[in-house]
């Protein structure tokens, strides 16, 4: 079957723009993941889902960064007034239940000029 | 935080050689996940082991836990230049379901 998701693979935006960034998971997982990865790092968690609530978003850097599930399916993760430390790639992950194998979708390269 | 940290960072080995790389992590976990990652772009997931148990295998691949040392390790055998990856651990703390990964080992395999 179909894998995770994400759309755009790309992104280029100028300092100070609006950004969402979408994420199809597996269908029937009811858990979805949000992490942030840049060069040479180890992907950092931003925020997870458990169905269409956000059952942990302690990683969210601050209220710039704001995500969605409304139907617990499709994610969106939207950044508002971009800065250029938020170049990175982001990274979503999809899991059949809280606790179990996550699985990535190719991720989303962000470029904030 | 960091909570799980990878040893070494870097690992170069021949081809047929094994390959081990260590992850410690800082409190009581769920589970320990390792994944590899090609290209620093999507993560491949490769062991699951929970934190009752002890060892796993998955082919080439062997995954153990030691709890009361707080650590894991990833073997890989016979190795081969297509293992050539970033490794990463990821840990869930006990009562929590989100997952911190490490900094990772860069495995080179050299044919």
């Given at each position: 079957g179909a894998g995770v998701s994400q759309t755009p693979s790309n992104k280029v935006t100028e300092k100070g723009k609006y950004v969402e960034l979408r994420c199809d998971p597996i269908s029937g997982h009811t858990a979805l993941y949000w992490y942030r990865q840049s060069l040479g790092q180890g992907p950092e968690f931003l925020i997870y889902f458990q169905g269409t609530g956000a059952a942990d978003d302690s990683g969210l850097p601050n209220d710039r960064f704001f995500a969605v599930r409304p139907e617990g399916s499709v994610s969106t993760l939207k950044i508002q007034r971009t800065e250029r430390g938020d170049s990175a790639v982001y990274l979503c992950a999809s899991s059949p239940a809280k606790g179990e194998t996550q699985y990535f979708g190719p991720g989303t390269r962000l470029l904030v000029l | 935080?960091?909570?799980?940290?990878?040893?070494?960072?870097?690992?170069?080995?021949?081809?047929?050689?094994?390959?081990?790389?260590?992850?410690?992590?800082?409190?009581?976990?769920?589970?320990?996940?390792?994944?590899?990652?090609?290209?620093?772009?999507?993560?491949?997931?490769?062991?699951?082991?929970?934190?009752?148990?002890?060892?796993?295998?998955?082919?080439?691949?062997?995954?153990?836990?030691?709890?009361?040392?707080?650590?894991?390790?990833?073997?890989?055998?016979?190795?081969?230049?297509?293992?050539?990856?970033?490794?990463?651990?990821?840990?869930?703390?006990?009562?929590?379901?989100?997952y911190i990964f490490g900094t990772g080992t860069r495995l080179k395999v050299l044919a």
């Open positions: - | 935080s960091q909570q799980g940290e990878e040893d070494p960072q870097a690992l170069s080995i021949q081809e047929g050689e094994n390959a081990t790389m260590n992850c410690s992590y800082k409190t009581s976990i769920n589970n320990l996940q390792w994944y590899r990652q090609n290209s620093g772009r999507g993560l491949v997931h490769l062991i699951l082991i929970r934190s009752n148990e002890r060892e796993k295998h998955s082919g080439r691949l062997r995954v153990t836990l030691d709890t009361s040392k707080k650590s894991s390790s990833l073997l890989i055998t016979a190795s081969r230049a297509a293992d050539t990856a970033s490794y990463f651990c990821a840990t869930s703390t006990s009562g929590t379901y989100k």
